[in-house]
């Protein structure tokens, strides 16, 4: 088939990354923009052996749940996916690919998948954004990831942050990268959406089992769970590599809280070797990689009562849990939407010991 031929295709899911999925004589296409249920005119752009990508080039039978982008820079930037689908509709993909994730990688035979936490702001609500200053244009990347498109007001950005970019446009700073923040913070980790983090913080402390002496909160940053769960357990020790993250943990921390500067994969086996494993809980908020092979064996070595994991990538957290499914098995998974208009979700898996 041609690269500059059309052809007629029929949405029947959203992939993780957001593009649409179809299949046409025995091979899969990938089509941004697209909702399922929708037939779509695309353009094949690059072709392999089993599957293509495609330009949208019509909506020939729209979705009930399509509505119109509010953004100007949508389907040019490539910071959002899903501005062209009903919130309740973006819940709903969201969901599903978490679950197909954990049954196909994750090799569960069932999920048992709590309901979509939604964030109360699906706009304005990012406190910080990654700007790209180049030759007088300041913004995001564009979809093809090579330039980079002039932004003057980002529709998922806080109105301060907005502010703080106007004020970037306007001023004579050299071209690079600027992090424009919504209130101050440190060169550590921070979450992005606080409306969802508030709700994430609730459901861990939901989740966590009563009655435990300890939590291990392995890649704990500044505290933010740590802090947050530490009226519920005897002690908490946290686990981070980051240097200013640990110091600002320590500097407001508790008398059940303590702090280990280092790599988790170095420490977390002699953490859990002087604990209790029966009434031991490990917090897992490892970034978007997941666990190294080591911190599964510390864990299936050990053998802590009660996992909670935090991911930012359903990938890698149903690798995870396919490793640890010898030992543990997934009690809840609650997705929270962190990241409106984007493709990107966050998930909290319980996993209890066999």
Known sequence: MPPSN?????????????????????????????????????????QKKNFAEADLIAVDQPSPDRVPAPCPYFGICGGCSYQHIAYPRQLEIKASQVEQTLLRVGRLKSVPMRPAVPSPEPYHYRNRIRVHKEGGVAGFFS????????????AIAAPTVNKALRELRESGVPDGDYSLRARGGGPYFEQTNPSVTREMLAQAHSLATRCKETLVDAYCGAGLFAKHLADIFERVIGIEENAHAIAKARRDARPNESYIEGDVSDHLGEVLSLQNA????????????????????????????????????????ARDIAALSTAYHVHSVTPLDMFPQTAEIEVIAQLLVR
Do not use: M
């Open 6 to 46: 059309n052809i007629s295709l029929e949405i029947h899911d959203v992939a993780f990354g957001g593009k649409g999925v179809a299949r046409h004589e025995g091979k899969v296409f990938f089509i941004p923009f697209t909702i399922p249920g929708e037939k779509v005119t695309a353009r094949v752009r690059r």
């Open 143 to 154: 979809q093809d990831g090579h330039t980079i498109v002039d932004i003057e007001q980002c």
């Open 278 to 317: 029966a009434r031991t809980t490990v917090l897992l908020d490892p970034p978007a990689t997941g666990v190294s092979p080591r911190v599964c064996d510390i864990l299936l070595a050990a053998l802590p009562s009660e996992i909670l994991y935090v991911s930012c990538n359903p990938a890698t957290l």
